[in-house]
Protein backbone atom coordinates (compact mmCIF):
# COMPACT_ATOMS: atom_id res chain seq x y z
CA UNK A 1 0.00 0.00 0.00
CA UNK A 2 1.40 3.53 -1.27
CA UNK A 3 1.98 5.80 2.54
CA UNK A 4 0.44 9.02 2.86
CA UNK A 5 2.94 11.48 3.65
CA UNK A 6 2.90 15.54 4.95
CA UNK A 7 5.43 17.81 4.97
CA UNK A 8 4.41 21.43 6.37
CA UNK A 9 6.86 23.93 4.95
CA UNK A 10 7.02 22.06 1.88
CA UNK A 11 7.59 24.47 -0.16
CA UNK A 12 11.25 25.17 0.13
CA UNK A 13 14.54 24.21 2.23
CA UNK A 14 14.41 21.19 4.23
CA UNK A 15 10.61 20.64 3.91
CA UNK A 16 11.43 20.15 0.01
CA UNK A 17 13.85 18.31 0.07
CA UNK A 18 12.05 15.69 2.54
CA UNK A 19 9.03 15.72 0.33
CA UNK A 20 11.30 14.86 -2.75
CA UNK A 21 12.92 12.25 -0.76
CA UNK A 22 9.97 10.82 0.00
CA UNK A 23 8.64 11.02 -3.12
CA UNK A 24 11.20 9.06 -4.45
CA UNK A 25 10.55 6.27 -2.34
CA UNK A 26 6.93 5.69 -4.30
CA UNK A 27 4.84 8.03 -1.51
CA UNK A 28 1.87 10.15 -2.18
CA UNK A 29 3.16 13.14 -0.55
CA UNK A 30 1.37 16.49 0.08
CA UNK A 31 3.31 19.20 0.85
CA UNK A 32 1.82 22.34 2.78
CA UNK A 33 2.90 26.08 3.52
CA UNK A 34 1.23 29.63 3.54
CA UNK A 35 3.09 30.49 0.34
CA UNK A 36 0.89 28.94 -3.08
CA UNK A 37 3.62 30.23 -4.89
CA UNK A 38 6.26 28.56 -3.40
CA UNK A 39 4.10 25.26 -2.74
CA UNK A 40 3.41 25.65 -6.82
CA UNK A 41 7.36 25.92 -7.60
CA UNK A 42 8.35 23.45 -5.79
CA UNK A 43 5.59 20.81 -6.92
CA UNK A 44 6.26 21.86 -10.55
CA UNK A 45 7.01 18.54 -12.98
CA UNK A 46 6.38 16.51 -9.52
CA UNK A 47 3.57 14.21 -8.52
CA UNK A 48 3.61 16.62 -5.03
CA UNK A 49 -0.04 17.22 -4.05
CA UNK A 50 -0.04 21.20 -2.54
CA UNK A 51 -2.16 22.20 0.21
CA UNK A 52 -1.67 25.88 1.54
CA UNK A 53 -2.03 26.35 5.36
CA UNK A 54 -0.96 28.00 8.17
CA UNK A 55 0.71 26.08 10.70
CA UNK A 56 -0.59 28.69 13.37
CA UNK A 57 -4.42 28.32 12.67
CA UNK A 58 -6.12 25.88 14.11
CA UNK A 59 -8.62 25.39 11.95
CA UNK A 60 -6.62 25.03 9.03
CA UNK A 61 -4.43 22.45 10.10
CA UNK A 62 -7.29 20.32 11.34
CA UNK A 63 -8.88 20.55 7.44
CA UNK A 64 -5.07 19.06 6.21
CA UNK A 65 -6.16 16.13 7.71
CA UNK A 66 -9.49 14.69 5.93
CA UNK A 67 -7.96 11.78 6.18
CA UNK A 68 -4.95 10.13 7.90
CA UNK A 69 -1.52 10.12 7.09
CA UNK A 70 1.17 7.81 7.79
CA UNK A 71 3.77 10.21 7.80
CA UNK A 72 3.54 13.29 9.20
CA UNK A 73 6.82 15.73 9.31
CA UNK A 74 6.57 18.65 11.23
CA UNK A 75 8.43 21.18 9.19
CA UNK A 76 7.42 24.58 9.16
CA UNK A 77 9.42 27.21 11.13
CA UNK A 78 10.68 30.73 11.67
CA UNK A 79 13.98 32.07 13.43
CA UNK A 80 15.64 35.52 13.97
CA UNK A 81 19.00 36.41 15.36
CA UNK A 82 19.22 38.80 18.32
CA UNK A 83 20.21 39.28 21.53
CA UNK A 84 17.42 38.89 24.15
CA UNK A 85 18.13 42.66 25.13
CA UNK A 86 16.79 43.31 21.34
CA UNK A 87 13.92 40.94 21.14
CA UNK A 88 10.65 42.80 20.92
CA UNK A 89 7.57 40.67 22.66
CA UNK A 90 5.95 40.02 19.45
CA UNK A 91 8.79 38.32 17.31
CA UNK A 92 9.38 36.13 20.68
CA UNK A 93 5.79 35.14 20.90
CA UNK A 94 5.60 34.37 16.79
CA UNK A 95 8.64 32.15 16.96
CA UNK A 96 7.07 30.20 19.95
CA UNK A 97 3.68 29.71 17.72
CA UNK A 98 5.32 28.86 14.68
CA UNK A 99 7.63 26.51 16.07
CA UNK A 100 6.13 25.21 19.47
CA UNK A 101 2.51 25.63 18.69
CA UNK A 102 2.71 24.92 15.26
CA UNK A 103 3.93 21.64 16.02
CA UNK A 104 1.84 20.93 18.87
CA UNK A 105 -1.24 21.71 15.79
CA UNK A 106 0.03 19.30 13.42
CA UNK A 107 0.84 16.92 15.75
CA UNK A 108 -2.59 16.47 17.84
CA UNK A 109 -4.23 16.77 14.15
CA UNK A 110 -2.61 14.22 12.82
CA UNK A 111 -3.56 11.77 16.34
CA UNK A 112 -6.65 13.34 15.94
CA UNK A 113 -7.32 11.97 12.42
CA UNK A 114 -6.47 8.00 13.08
CA UNK A 115 -3.08 7.70 12.20
CA UNK A 116 -2.77 3.99 11.99
CA UNK A 117 -0.06 1.59 13.47
CA UNK A 118 3.01 2.07 11.87
CA UNK A 119 2.66 5.74 11.60
CA UNK A 120 5.75 8.28 11.80
CA UNK A 121 5.73 11.68 13.86
CA UNK A 122 9.07 13.66 12.98
CA UNK A 123 9.93 16.98 13.49
CA UNK A 124 12.20 18.77 12.55
CA UNK A 125 14.23 20.97 15.24
CA UNK A 126 17.81 21.96 15.75
CA UNK A 127 21.03 21.95 17.38
CA UNK A 128 19.37 24.50 19.24
CA UNK A 129 17.00 22.13 20.76
CA UNK A 130 20.03 20.74 22.27
CA UNK A 131 21.99 24.14 23.29
CA UNK A 132 21.34 27.72 23.92
CA UNK A 133 22.61 30.26 21.90
CA UNK A 134 23.54 33.98 22.55
CA UNK A 135 21.61 35.23 19.97
CA UNK A 136 19.01 33.25 19.11
CA UNK A 137 17.33 33.10 22.26
CA UNK A 138 13.46 32.47 21.14
CA UNK A 139 14.63 29.97 18.13
CA UNK A 140 16.20 28.25 21.02
CA UNK A 141 13.56 28.33 23.42
CA UNK A 142 10.99 27.21 20.52
CA UNK A 143 12.76 24.24 19.57
CA UNK A 144 13.93 22.98 23.46
CA UNK A 145 9.58 23.02 23.13
CA UNK A 146 10.01 21.22 20.43
CA UNK A 147 12.04 18.52 21.81
CA UNK A 148 9.93 18.38 24.98
CA UNK A 149 6.28 18.26 23.28
CA UNK A 150 8.40 14.92 21.19
CA UNK A 151 9.54 13.48 23.96
CA UNK A 152 6.00 13.89 25.65
CA UNK A 153 4.41 12.92 22.54
CA UNK A 154 6.30 9.51 21.98
CA UNK A 155 5.49 8.26 25.19
CA UNK A 156 2.30 8.64 24.62
CA UNK A 157 1.69 6.81 21.29
CA UNK A 158 4.13 4.22 21.87
CA UNK A 159 1.75 1.51 22.60
CA UNK A 160 -0.18 2.17 19.48
CA UNK A 161 2.68 1.70 17.36
CA UNK A 162 3.34 4.76 16.38
CA UNK A 163 6.53 6.63 17.03
CA UNK A 164 7.69 10.16 17.29
CA UNK A 165 10.94 11.47 17.03
CA UNK A 166 12.96 15.05 16.42
CA UNK A 167 15.43 15.67 13.62
CA UNK A 168 18.07 18.27 15.16
CA UNK A 169 20.48 19.73 12.04
CA UNK A 170 22.94 22.38 12.44
CA UNK A 171 23.05 24.93 9.65
CA UNK A 172 21.56 23.71 7.06
CA UNK A 173 22.46 25.19 3.14
CA UNK A 174 18.67 26.62 3.38
CA UNK A 175 17.35 30.51 2.74
CA UNK A 176 17.68 30.54 6.47
CA UNK A 177 21.58 30.33 6.74
CA UNK A 178 21.60 32.36 3.81
CA UNK A 179 19.59 35.19 5.97
CA UNK A 180 22.53 34.86 8.75
CA UNK A 181 25.04 34.63 6.36
CA UNK A 182 23.93 38.21 4.77
CA UNK A 183 23.05 39.48 8.32
CA UNK A 184 26.99 39.28 9.19
CA UNK A 185 28.27 40.49 6.36
CA UNK A 186 26.01 43.75 6.91
CA UNK A 187 27.07 43.54 10.16
CA UNK A 188 30.73 43.20 9.95
CA UNK A 189 31.00 44.96 6.74
CA UNK A 190 32.65 41.33 5.44
CA UNK A 191 32.55 39.71 1.99
CA UNK A 192 30.11 36.56 2.05
CA UNK A 193 33.26 33.74 2.20
CA UNK A 194 34.10 35.79 5.31
CA UNK A 195 31.12 36.02 6.69
CA UNK A 196 30.34 31.56 6.06
CA UNK A 197 33.38 30.79 7.57
CA UNK A 198 32.12 32.59 10.76
CA UNK A 199 29.18 30.55 10.84
CA UNK A 200 30.68 27.01 10.07
CA UNK A 201 34.25 28.03 11.58
CA UNK A 202 33.82 25.94 14.19
CA UNK A 203 31.49 22.99 13.11
CA UNK A 204 34.17 20.08 13.06
CA UNK A 205 32.74 19.37 9.59
CA UNK A 206 33.70 23.32 8.98
CA UNK A 207 30.44 23.47 6.09
CA UNK A 208 27.06 23.86 5.69
CA UNK A 209 24.64 20.65 6.27
CA UNK A 210 22.90 19.77 2.83
CA UNK A 211 18.77 19.46 2.84
CA UNK A 212 19.32 16.37 1.05
CA UNK A 213 21.46 14.75 4.17
CA UNK A 214 18.38 15.98 6.40
CA UNK A 215 15.88 14.49 4.04
CA UNK A 216 17.33 10.94 3.82
CA UNK A 217 17.01 10.86 8.38
CA UNK A 218 13.40 11.81 7.80
CA UNK A 219 13.13 8.87 6.05
CA UNK A 220 15.47 6.42 8.05
CA UNK A 221 12.70 7.39 10.80
CA UNK A 222 9.74 6.64 8.80
CA UNK A 223 11.47 3.34 7.42
CA UNK A 224 10.78 -0.18 9.62
CA UNK A 225 14.02 -0.49 10.45
CA UNK A 226 13.37 2.87 12.77
CA UNK A 227 10.48 1.18 14.53
CA UNK A 228 12.18 1.10 17.72
CA UNK A 229 13.60 4.37 17.75
CA UNK A 230 10.83 6.66 19.40
CA UNK A 231 11.36 10.25 21.19
CA UNK A 232 14.77 10.56 20.05
CA UNK A 233 16.55 13.82 19.07
CA UNK A 234 18.62 12.87 16.31
CA UNK A 235 21.97 15.61 15.61
CA UNK A 236 22.40 16.19 12.09
CA UNK A 237 25.18 18.16 12.90
CA UNK A 238 28.82 16.94 11.51
CA UNK A 239 29.22 16.14 15.29
CA UNK A 240 28.77 19.60 16.70
CA UNK A 241 26.40 17.71 18.84
Not at 107 to 127: N, Q, V
Not at 204 to 232: D, K, Y
Amino acid sequence: MTRRVLVTGGGTGIGKAIAQAFSAQNCQVTISGRRRDALEQAAKGTDLEIRPADVTDEAQVAALFDTPYDVVVANAGTGNAARIEDVELADWQHTLTVNMTGTFLTFRAALRAGMKPGGRLIAIASTASLQGGAHIPAYAASKHGVLGLVRSVAQSVAKRGITCNAICPGFVDTEMAESAITGLMARHDIPREQALKMVVGGKPMQRLIAPAEVAATAVFLASEGASSINGHAMSVSGGEI
